[in-house]
């Protein structure tokens, strides 16, 4: 079982609609979940963190963290073109000693269409 | 802004060489981090290091080491390059602490023929 699994997709969904991304993790020690967006041929950047059970709101965004279910996802509304990406998920997990040296999954590709 | 530099975007090696990669950041961050992305793996973490001349493995070390003599300078050595090298490299620094972001280099696509 990989540490932190998501969906690879594609997610295909059209422009105005929400995706919702998911990701799964194994340790339950873990405190700390990122969602970082990768576009084709650049780098990782974060979009999102949440630390604690429940929703976090940021603009269009929506991170939710289940941490008895070992479950986060991500929630794009009103979904446009320019957020065809993938979506890593990362964890920090209990064994990271106090360092935020995170596990990634392998991404969910996401593609708007208009 | 915060900025890391890799000093190379792609990389072609033979077997066998010496290879070095070279990232800098520019924010005075403690924390410094190697990764390599390959399809369908994401992103593995290589070394890291929280301190100048301080490193520790990631899940993924075999093949590699790691050099950190100033706190703004991590390399990653590829001491025998082997085909199963290739992949992109991401470099990443942050502050210290668990809920910091990382913030990544443009990363080097290293082919080993």
């Known amino acids: 079982q990989k540490e932190v699994e998501q969906n690879s997709g594609p997610l295909s969904v059209p422009e105005g609609a929400i995706a919702s991304l998911n990701c799964t993790y194994s340790?339950?020690?873990?405190?700390?979940f990122f969602w970082y967006r990768q576009y084709s041929g650049k780098s990782p950047e974060l979009i999102m963190s949440?630390?604690?059970?429940g929703d976090k709101e940021d603009g269009r965004f929506t991170a939710q963290l289940n941490k008895a279910s070992q479950y986060v996802s991500l929630l794009i509304r009103d979904s446009q073109p320019s957020d065809s990406a993938t979506y890593l998920c990362?964890?920090?997990?209990?064994?990271?000693?106090?360092?935020?040296?995170?596990?990634f999954g392998a991404g969910t590709r996401l593609a708007v269409h208009p | 802004d915060v900025k890391v530099t890799q000093s190379s975007r792609y990389l072609v090696k033979r077997t066998g060489e010496k290879v070095f990669l070279e990232c800098v950041q520019d924010?005075?961050?403690?924390?410094m981090f190697w990764y390599r992305q390959d399809p369908g793996l994401g992103l593995r973490l290589i070394y890291f290091?929280?301190?100048?001349?301080?490193?520790e493995k990631g899940d993924i070390p075999e093949g590699y080491s790691v050099s950190r003599e100033k706190k703004e300078r991590f390399s990653l050595i590829l001491e025998s390059a082997s085909t199963n090298q290739t992949s992109m490299y991401l470099c990443?620094?942050?502050?210290?602490?668990?809920?910091?972001?990382?913030?990544f280099g443009s990363g080097t696509q290293l082919s080993v023929l």
């Open positions: 949440i630390y604690s059970n």
């Open positions: 924010m005075d961050h403690e924390n």
């Open positions: 290091s929280y301190d100048v001349k301080m490193k």
């Open positions: 990443a620094s942050s502050l210290g602490g668990p809920n910091e972001k990382l913030f």
């Open positions: 990362a964890v920090s997990p209990g064994r990271s000693g106090g360092y935020n040296k995170l596990i």
């Open positions: 340790d339950r020690g873990s405190q700390s």
